[in-house]
Nanobody
């Protein structure tokens, strides 16, 4: 059974950085897509970034482009989301999700993702 576990959330001042990790265990697929999403109270869940384990391709939402980076972490089956130049509007619960096969090109489709983590809170103070 596939399980997704996020870690690394916390509180930081505006302009600071945080690094989230997502461990996906129980895989049987040879390639997969990992997506990062976030949701703040009163708002819809937003796709933030994706990482394709097959070709290493990444995709970022316009709201985080140039500030966030996603890629394979040192630990096995783990993907990171490095967030820098954080803004108060980045405050949200961040979720990691995954699905077998390649990531959709040029977009983040929430409905593509099969397995979801419980989320980790990120709070950015002014």
């Amino acid at each position: 059974q596939v399980q997704v576990l996020e870690s690394g959330g916390g509180s930081v001042q505006a302009g600071g950085s945080l690094r989230l990790s997502c461990e996906v265990s129980g895989w049987t697929a040879s390639a997969y897509c990992v997506g990062w999403f976030r949701q703040s109270p009163g708002n819809e869940r937003e796709g933030v970034a994706t990482f394709d384990s097959g070709d290493g391709a990444t995709y970022y939402a316009d709201s985080v482009k140039g500030r966030f980076a996603v890629g394979p972490d040192n630990a096995p089956d783990t993907t990171y989301l490095h967030m820098s130049s954080l803004k108060p509007e980045d405050t949200a619960k961040y979720y990691c999700a995954a699905h077998a096969g390649p990531c959709s090109s040029g977009q983040i489709e929430e409905t593509d993702f099969t397995w979801w983590g419980q989320g980790t809170q990120v709070t950015v103070s002014p």
